[in-house]
């Protein structure tokens, strides 16, 4: 999850997230065997909190305040707008105050939280009481791990932590510009974002319409009426993926190296004759004969069903 491309989204807090008008940085409230660490840098404070699968735990912004929750290894889910938000290692929510996110963990890791004033982001427009998600792991890994390094190393002399304070406020600035942007940008369609998820996952057995749908949170009539106007199910275009993918593996260099029983298996199929069924239903002929015609064999961009 890790490219410029990647997912960034505005999310209304959870019904059950409650503003604090009370509550300070030192907000969160550790669940069971979940030990916490805070440091102050300056107007920024560091907190890095255990977590344990199962063991839910609170974070608090205050009033004036932002604070990004980095996840560092593990996986967390967040309620959020009558639904969730799942955030995996390498992600982040940047929470503007007053809010109280609540965090349940689903493996064990850590939450690296950076807070800051809001003051430190100048020229963003920033809801009050509202969340950003941030699923660029390419940003937020090296901001999570500055901020781990700096938590967790020497005592600071003054001078070093006036200077860590202004790279950490850089950072996090630079990341909430650019996750800004994203939101802009028109937000991937259910199609495409389903599309995307049969390219990376295909070779999967048990990749079903079923188990996209659950991935993408939505009901599969919802799903099968995305790929409706396509003219093509979302069953048959797990199939067409798949044999996009045998084709190439079949007409390859390596290709005799592999038997068709096992070029089926690699792109999720459980044999050669389910193979043959499928490059029939695309309007192919056999693998063998596909094989044999090496490049010269073309594979159509609509199935014939």
Do not use: C, Y
Not at 273 to 283: F, M, V
Not at 288 to 302: L, M
């Amino acid at each position: 999850m890790g490219t410029r491309g990647e997912l960034a989204q505005r999310l209304p807090l959870a019904d059950e997230t409650r503003r604090r008008r009370d509550a300070g940085e030192g907000g969160e409230r550790p669940g069971p065997a979940a030990p916490s660490t805070r440091m102050i840098l300056g107007a920024n404070t560091i907190a890095v909190h255990g977590l344990r699968a199962g063991a839910d735990r609170t974070s608090g912004v205050a009033s004036g305040r932002i604070k990004l929750l980095m996840v560092r290894g593990g996986s967390v889910r967040i309620p959020s707008g009558g639904g969730f938000v799942d955030l995996h290692d390498g992600q982040g929510l940047l929470v503007i105050g007053t809010a109280s996110v609540r965090m349940m963990p689903s493996s064990d890791g850590e939450i690296i939280a950076v807070g800051m004033p809001v003051d430190a982001l100048p020229g963003l427009s920033l809801t009050r009481n509202s969340a950003i998600a941030i699923e660029d792991a390419a940003l937020m890994r090296p901001i999570g791990a500055f901020a781990h390094t700096v938590h967790g190393g020497d005592p600071l002399d003054a001078l070093s932590r006036e200077r860590f304070a202004g790279i950490l406020r850089d950072l996090v600035l630079v990341a909430v510009r650019r996750a800004i942007a994203g939101i802009a940008s028109p937000a991937p369609s259910l199609h495409h974002r389903a599309t995307a998820i049969l390219q990376r996952r295909f070779a999967e057995a048990g990749l079903t319409p079923a188990r996209v749908a659950s991935e993408l949170h939505v009901s599969l009539r919802q799903l099968e009426r995305e790929f409706q106007p396509s003219g093509r199910t979302i069953r048959q275009e797990i199939r067409r993926v798949r044999v996009l993918a045998a084709v190439a593996l079949l007409q390859g260099d390596r290709s005799a190296e592999l038997t068709i029983d096992a070029i089926a298996v690699r792109v999720g199929l459980s044999n050669g004759s389910s193979l043959a069924r499928a490059t029939a239903a695309e309007g192919l002929p056999s693998p063998s004969r596909v094989r044999a015609r090496g490049s010269g064999s073309g594979v159509p961009s609509r199935a014939h069903t």
